[in-house]
């Protein structure tokens, strides 16, 4: 796998897709991150759920691409969560007051039954 890539799990639960992306985020592998996430939007699920727990950091890039997604999924009448932040990432998130942008929850089946 080359640098710029990272491995993304995802998998469909009823009208839901959850995405989990491994690994650090940042301006490098942003953009393989938005071509994963794409993948998954053009399912058109009810629900993109983003599953950070396998995610130690991201940079501003990262943050970006996941406003990018939460735009294109609502602009499908479609919701995105985030899950399983770490700690580095939850900060970032609190810093930018984005964590007032997003709907987060502790699990993905939380994220389930939002």
Known sequence: MSEDRIEVKTRTVNDATIVAPQGEIDLSRAPSLRTHLAAAQ???PRKLIVDLAAVSYMDSSGVATLLEAMRTVQRAGGRLILCCLQER???????TRLDTVFTIVKTADDGLNV
């Open 89 to 95: 990432v939850r900060s970032i998130i609190e810093i």
């Open 42 to 44: 053009a399912t058109r």
